[in-house]
């Protein structure tokens, strides 16, 4: 019998959660097999812009792509994404001290759901990686990247890497809930 996570990305225009916005979120409810950590499909992904009510840091511009101009007059679809964090076993984010609280203060009943960091939680240096950032762990796993820091891309992209397998037949994904669940 399979079960549901949920992978989810959000960029911001700066990094504080308690001063910044989010102007974009994506995640991808997938099913997986709990006894692997093999993916058994894709059963939902949504992707939104968010008005941020002010102009975008041109830092910020400069890290994910997007204008004030590209966002303004969007709104996310919250029942959609309500529906995905109620139906995920787990919510996993490449680094969860960052999305969660965006993520929590536009929905907070993402405090209700299990988290999981697949940056912290997964030992990336022990394991002989020299950084545990997404892009370069993409890239140290051969994983092609058309486009990064979007958030469904990048959503996605960390499902890829929660994919791959270890020299011992684990998928990082069955690594990352075991230690969750420990």
């Known amino acids: 019998m399979t079960q549901l996570a949920a992978i989810v990305d959000v960029e911001t225009t700066g990094f504080s959660s308690t001063n910044d916005e989010v102007v974009e979120l994506g995640i991808v409810l997938f ?7 093999r993916l058994a499909g894709i059963v939902e992904e949504y992707c939104g812009l968010r008005d941020p009510g002010r102009p975008i ?7 994910h792509g997007l204008t004030w101009e590209d966002c303004r007059g969007h709104a996310l679809d919250g029942d959609a994404i309500r529906r ?3 139906c995920a076993g787990v919510v996993i984010a490449h680094n969860q001290s960052f999305d969660r609280p965006f ?3 536009l929905f907070p009943e993402a405090e209700t ?10 030992p990336w240096y022990r394991k002989g990686f020299r950084s545990k950032g997404l ?3 993409l890239r140290a796993h051969s994983l092609e990247v058309e486009t990064a820091h979007r958030a469904l891309d990048d959503a996605r992209n960390t499902l890829r890497l929660l994919m791959c397998e270890q ?3 684990r998928t990082y994904l069955s690594e990352l ?3 969750l669940n420990s």
């Not at 099913?31 to 950590?37: E, I, L, N």
């Open 31 to 37: 099913s997986f097999d709990p006894a692997t950590g």
């Open 57 to 63: 840091p041109q830092g910020a511009t400069d890290q």
């Open 84 to 86: 995905i964090l109620r």
């Open 103 to 105: 993520v929590s203060r």
């Open 113 to 122: 759901v299990r988290w999981a960091c697949s940056m912290n939680g997964i």
């Open 135 to 137: 892009q370069q762990l």
């Open 167 to 169: 020299p011992d037949g």
């Open 177 to 179: 809930l075991d230690a």
